[in-house]
């Protein structure tokens, strides 16, 4: 489509806005939603997180209607203005899901340590939501602009249905129960002296939650090393394989990733091993995957590949694949899992936080590296080690 609405067939004239659009689109996503992740750690507002979602989830829902507005109206006339509103609405948009994400997560470490692996699993069902529907849309859509406005619009209701979860959120008696924990252990810290109302003692947080907050930026960064940048110009092999060319990647990547992401955080609801201490070394293990998937019949768009190509079986491609996203579901839930629980109680919140920034520091990471492995493949560095 490259990239429908800013594409040479719809506007007449030919310009790099079609072709770097994904690029930019990366950049005014991930950048914001960094820094809004970070900031949202030590921005005070008076300890009420309430404010923060609230605001958010608004902020979200007004961005996607002005995107289905977009969607609707004739822009081929100002293919400028309409890219740079779109860049606007995709900062403003990920501003709002930094901050939302990450207090999500600080407000989830005040539940026992399982609900964190449910944030993570909620997540993940998303994105294989997304990646059904990107499936369906694409053999039944009549148009792209058909496909993108329904997108958006199912997008709104989704995010007008968390608003209205969230208000109903204090009439839940577990809910209740473990908000009324915590103030009873506030109340029992100020009697014995210790000052749970001033700033957190930020680098002492940080220094004890290092361990796993060490290990969630890791999984993400070979993540999003791999996927989507590299996995989805995996090209097939065999010309019999049993998924054609025009849904090879939909499903080998995309649906594949997403499911097995989910399917590995949710096997965190029965199973938690290895403990705290020991996670560390299937995380680092993980690193095997980028060679492993160079190694595939990796060609990204205009280069010529000089690396030879040792996995050059698609049954192999794709069970290499399942693990990779089943290990990244599972292992990144046990990293957002242990994190709060490796500080003081009264600090559980506030290394939930630091978890969600360093779980964005790391797909940002990962996104950012991810761009080496084009140049990587015009050489045949393995003649080097002869």
Avoid at 116 to 136: C, D, E, Q, R
Avoid at 199 to 210: N, S
Avoid at 211 to 236: E, G, W
Avoid at 298 to 309: A, C, D, K, M, N
Wanted: aromatic fraction near 18%.
């Amino acid at each position: 489509t490259h990239y429908y609405k800013l594409s040479q067939n719809y506007t007449g004239v030919e310009s790099e806005y079609g072709t770097y659009f994904l690029s930019y689109v990366g950049f005014a996503s991930q950048i914001p939603n960094l820094l809004f992740n970070w900031l949202n750690i030590f921005m005070n507002l008076g300890g009420n997180l309430t404010k923060r979602i609230v605001y958010s989830i608004l902020i979200e829902v007004i961005v996607f209607v002005v995107t289905v507005v977009l969607a609707m109206v004739d822009s081929s006339e100002w293919p400028g203005a309409f890219f740079w509103i779109t860049m606007i609405t995709v900062v403003i948009l990920n501003m709002a899901g930094g901050i939302y994400q990450n207090t999500v997560y600080g407000m989830v470490a005040k539940l026992p340590f399982k609900y964190t692996g449910a944030v993570v699993l909620g997540s993940n069902i998303s994105g294989t939501f997304a990646s059904i529907i990107a499936i369906l849309s694409s053999q039944f859509a009549s148009s792209v602009r058909t496909a993108a406005i329904y997108y958006f619009i199912t997008a709104m209701f989704v995010l007008l249905l968390c608003f209205d979860t969230y208000f109903a959120l204090p009439l839940n008696k577990f809910y209740r129960y473990h908000e009324m924990l915590k103030e009873k252990e506030a109340e029992n810290h100020k009697r014995a002296g210790i000052n749970v109302g001033g700033r957190p003692p930020y680098w002492k947080i940080f220094k004890q939650a290092f361990p796993q907050l060490f290990n969630v930026f890791f999984v993400f960064f070979i993540t999003l090393s791999v996927f989507p940048a590299v996995h989805s110009d995996v090209k097939r092999s065999a010309g019999d394989f049993v998924i054609g060319d025009d849904l090879y990647v939909s499903v080998t990547c995309f649906l594949t990733f997403n499911l097995f992401a989910m399917l590995g955080s949710l096997t965190t609801s029965w199973v938690t091993w290895p403990k705290p201490k020991h996670l560390v070394w299937p995380v680092i293990v993980r690193a095997a995957f980028l060679p492993l998937f160079l190694f595939c019949n990796y060609r990204p768009l205009g280069i010529e590949r000089v690396l030879p190509i040792y996995i050059d079986n698609d049954w192999v491609y794709w069970g290499i694949a399942v693990v990779m996203a089943y290990s990244s579901g599972y292992l990144s839930s046990l990293g957002m899992m242990y994190t709060p629980q490796s500080v003081e109680s009264q600090h559980a919140v506030t290394a939930g936080m630091f978890a969600a920034a360093m779980l964005i520091t790391g797909i940002f990471s990962g996104i950012l590296f991810s761009m080496v492995f084009p140049m990587i493949v015009q050489y045949n560095f393995l003649e080097w080690l002869h």
